[in-house]
């Protein structure tokens, strides 16, 4: 039967680490079912969520030594309850946040939505400079579940007031089921 895991990994940016990573896991059995991969400075930082037969799991850990002395983290988790077990009728909306970059804007909205049980599935943010101004822009998506018996307009009138005290174009889209 398969076990199904996180992988983290992060360390330096190179050509290559990508193809070294999933080469490590396609040689004992493993497949990756979800990822996501980003370089955040000049460090590279992976996510997967792997299925590998159990019995080649054990000498995962050794896999990855050489790896480690080359300076990366590496950690596995197991995940064995699946998404839809663990939030059955619960609703998917997409969060969209955009404005002027300033500290906290991630905090406050999370806060927020942690107030409101809301579980939040992917987020993913950046600040670059204005076309026109330079000013740093800041924008963030994240798709978001909330619980069936959770009033959308209670929640969702706390983000347009987040929006309104920070200056933030904050739009919320339901996402069909």
Same mark, same amino acid.
């Given at each position: 039967?398969?076990? #199904?895991? &996180?992988?983290?990994?992060?360390?330096?940016? *190179?050509?290559?680490?990508?193809?070294?990573?999933?080469?490590? @896991?396609?040689? +004992?059995?493993?497949? &990756?079912?979800?990822?996501?991969?980003? *370089?955040?400075?000049?460090?590279?930082?992976?996510?997967?969520?792997?299925?590998?037969?159990?019995? *080649?799991?054990?000498? @995962?850990?050794?896999?990855?030594?050489? @790896? #480690?002395?080359?300076?990366?983290? &590496? /950690?596995?988790?197991?995940?064995? +309850?699946?998404?839809?077990?663990?939030?059955?009728?619960?609703?998917?909306?997409?969060?969209?946040? !955009?404005?002027?970059? !300033?500290?906290?804007?991630? !905090?406050? &909205?999370?806060?927020?939505?942690?107030?409101?049980?809301?579980?939040?599935?992917?987020?993913?943010?950046?600040?670059?400079?204005?076309?026109?101004?330079?000013?740093?822009?800041?924008?963030?998506?994240? *798709?978001? @579940?909330?619980?069936?018996?959770?009033?959308?307009? /209670?929640?969702?009138?706390?983000?347009?007031?987040?929006?309104?005290?920070?200056?933030?174009?904050?739009?919320?889209?339901?996402?069909?089921?």
């Amino acid at each position: 039967m398969p076990k #199904k895991f &996180v992988l983290t990994l992060t360390g330096p940016d *190179r050509i290559g680490i990508v193809e070294n990573v999933t080469g490590l @896991l396609l040689d +004992r059995g493993g497949n &990756v079912e979800t990822s996501r991969m980003a *370089r955040l400075g000049g460090e590279f930082a992976v996510l997967m969520l792997v299925s590998m037969p159990e019995e *080649r799991f054990a000498d @995962l850990e050794g896999a990855f030594d050489e @790896l #480690k002395t080359q300076g990366y983290k &590496v /950690g596995t988790t197991p995940a064995d +309850r699946t998404h839809a077990e663990s939030h059955v009728g619960w609703l998917p909306y997409v969060i969209e946040v !955009h404005g002027a970059d !300033h500290e906290g804007i991630i !905090h406050e &909205v999370a806060r927020h939505l942690a107030q409101h049980g809301i579980s939040i599935e992917e987020m993913d943010s950046e600040s670059a400079p204005a076309s026109t101004s330079g000013v740093p822009v800041f924008a963030m998506s994240a *798709r978001v @579940l909330v619980p069936p018996d959770e009033s959308v307009q /209670g929640w969702e009138a706390g983000l347009e007031e987040i929006g309104w005290r920070l200056n933030l174009e904050i739009d919320v889209i339901a996402m069909e089921t």
